[in-house]
């Protein structure tokens, strides 16, 4: 019997130590649960692990085959570019390996029902579902192809649920940003609003989402806003994992490349059709207040996925 492929979990990367110990524990408790196969997890920046020592366990291990997932929801630079470009260099320092790459997180329907539930958890009982608007605040991306993933994952959390309407927001890099994004829903006639932050574990990020909600929420009393909570390690999350998983051992796996930037000359990002793949510097993690820097450049992916 051919022995499967390791299972390699990629993650963005946080200074925030809770955040990166949630990942932590979540990889771990993959590995309790497939103890079958070696389940190994790294991150492409700002914490421990790197993504290329949790290849080199992996190796040490006895591993010559393994499929990556990136443990992201939707397939910006990081998922395009950073991890593509750092597996091909674990390739160069470990001949012999092998590896495929699966797919994204979001969005999924697993992922909706979490989402909901975490709608559930911050409302009170007595509202009407009619009566909520929802804001869905995704990290945010020069990416317009990353940007529009969380619009669609927003439009799929307000099909059928009953909702007033779910509107999108960014912590980063994109606009609207959450203030923005409160503003635009009180312009639609809101006046419960739920912040729902598009994130899978806690961190800088979904911290300063819930801070700057807060605040929006003291200048405006006549608007009643509660913060729901980040996705979070929840079965949902481990069943979807191994999804992508097994869908990358199985099939043919591509990313979307209908509205991508490095193949389509997208209006104002011309620039970047057929650039390097080169693993960038994100800049919103570190604390860093300056959304409107973007450190990196040309963190093209490779054009065959």
Request: charged fraction near 25%; hydrophobic fraction near 40%.
């Amino acid at each position: 019997m051919t022995t499967p492929p390791a299972l390699l979990i990629a993650g963005h990367g946080t200074r925030d130590e809770a955040g990166a110990e949630a990942f932590r524990d979540f990889v771990r408790e993959l590995g309790r649960r497939h103890p079958e196969l070696p389940v190994a997890g790294g991150f492409i920046e700002l914490s421990p692990p790197p993504l290329g020592d949790a290849v080199t366990e992996l190796v040490e291990r006895g591993v010559r085959r393994f499929a990556a997932v990136p443990l992201m929801l939707v397939s910006a630079g990081h998922a395009k570019g950073d991890i593509p470009a750092a597996l091909s260099r674990e390739k160069e320092r470990h001949p012999g390996i092998s590896y495929t790459y699966g797919r994204p997180l979001g969005p999924h329907p697993a992922l909706l029902r979490v989402l909901e539930r975490r709608l559930a958890e911050a409302v009170d009982p007595s509202w009407d579902p009619s009566e909520v608007t929802v804001l869905l605040v995704g990290r945010g991306s020069t990416d317009p192809d990353a940007n529009a993933e969380v619009f669609k994952a927003a439009r799929l959390l307000w099909e059928g649920r009953g909702y007033a309407a779910v509107e999108t927001a960014f912590v980063s890099l994109a606009q609207p940003d959450v203030p923005g994004g409160l503003d635009r829903c009180v312009r639609l006639g809101a006046r419960r609003v739920v912040v729902l932050p598009y994130f899978l574990f806690t961190g800088i990020l979904p911290d300063r989402v819930r801070h700057q909600s807060e605040e929006w929420a003291a200048a405006h009393p006549e608007t009643e806003v509660r913060s729901a909570d980040v996705i979070g390690p929840e079965p949902e999350l481990l069943d979807l994992v191994w999804e992508r998983y097994e869908e990358a051992v199985k099939g043919d796996l591509r990313i979307n490349c209908d509205s991508c930037v490095y193949r389509i000359a997208l209006p104002g990002f011309e620039d970047k059709v057929g650039l390097p793949q080169q693993p960038h510097f994100h800049p919103d993690d570190d604390g860093d207040h300056h959304h409107g820097h973007h450190h990196g450049h040309g963190h093209a992916h490779s054009h065959a996925h």
